[in-house]
């Protein structure tokens, strides 16, 4: 009986050992695709998140495109009007020293303006090309961890909006900043600490349902009592210049949405960042003395 079963052991062997290599190579063929499906979920997000910077720029580019025509039109007028000033002179038979001079200087002045409607020209290209990249910065630092309804983030001609819900920031009824709501100033505050040309200026918002406590008076109290509290945590707990610091309370008003319901409410609870350039080098860019020579 022993010699009958050896060779039958001989023959069955070599088919056990063959489906134990296979189960070995399904499992680390298993492993690869599982590693090539995590790099395709990886590259989704990647292009998801080109999309939306892509929409970004391309708003952005179309309002730029239209400011251009603008001032290409508004120049287009100012040499039309000197040019026939200019015909005007050139019809005249006797004409005075004192009214040579003040023509010249009309048309010294009208050349100084097509001058400067370039460097305004100019100076909004790169303002709208900074706040660009602000904004894409802070997209890219604030889409970890937050809800698409918890953080807006958009450019509005000169600046840089960031509408925070007031969920994310304040625990209910009050002005007191969770744990969430100062990481993620912190985020905010990296960045525009590597930009002294700006300020900052923090708007609290509320709905129109009446409040009031022992700390706080009405709805106009809260939302001041809310800017105040972030912007002290911009300054003592991230080092933030109170110099580049305003803080304002709009109460009720100003409302993005009805307050006739529960979802507009929770839109018009919210706390408004503004990145915007300071207002000397806004009233410098407007002064035709400072213009570029």
């Not at 039958?8 to 070599?14: A, H, K, N, S």
């Not at 080109?50 to 508004?74: H, I, P, R, W």
């Not at 090309?129 to 602000?134: C, E, H, K, M, Q």
């Amino acid at each position: 009986m022993k010699q009958f079963l050896r060779p039958l052991v001989i023959l069955v062997l070599p088919f056990a050992l063959g489906s134990c290599v296979t189960q070995k190579k399904y499992a680390a063929l298993q492993t690869e695709l599982n590693k090539a499906n995590e790099a395709l979920h990886t590259c989704n997000e990647k292009k998801d998140l080109c999309l939306s910077d892509l929409k970004v720029c391309n708003a952005t580019l179309s309002g730029k495109q239209e400011q251009f025509t603008m001032l290409n039109e508004q120049l287009a007028d100012c040499k039309t009007q000197r040019d026939k000033q200019v015909t005007q002179v050139g019809d005249l038979t006797v004409l005075s020293k004192s009214a040579n001079d003040n023509i010249n200087q009309t048309l010294a002045q009208l050349e100084s303006k097509d001058k400067y409607i370039l460097m305004l020209q100019a100076a909004k290209t790169k303002a709208d090309s900074i706040n660009l990249a602000l904004a894409i910065n802070l997209k890219g630092v604030l889409k970890e961890g937050l809800y698409d309804n918890d953080v807006e983030i958009k450019v509005d001609k000169t600046v840089v909006f960031i509408n925070l819900s007031d969920k994310m920031l304040y625990t209910t009824g009050s002005y007191t900043l969770t744990s969430k709501a100062k990481q993620v100033l912190g985020k905010i505050a990296a960045i525009v600490e590597t930009r002294p040309e700006v300020e900052v200026m923090v708007e609290g918002y509320t709905d129109n349902k009446s409040i009031s406590s022992s700390c706080v008076v009405d709805n106009w109290d809260l939302s001041v009592k809310r800017a105040t509290s972030v912007v002290r945590v911009l300054q003592n707990d991230y080092k933030i210049d109170p110099n580049k610091l305003i803080a304002a309370g709009r109460g009720q008003y100003n409302a993005l949405a009805s307050n006739d319901n529960a979802e507009g409410r929770a839109t018009n609870r919210r706390t408004r960042i503004i990145i915007m350039p300071k207002l000397n080098q806004f009233y410098d860019l407007l002064d035709p003395s400072k213009a570029a020579k």
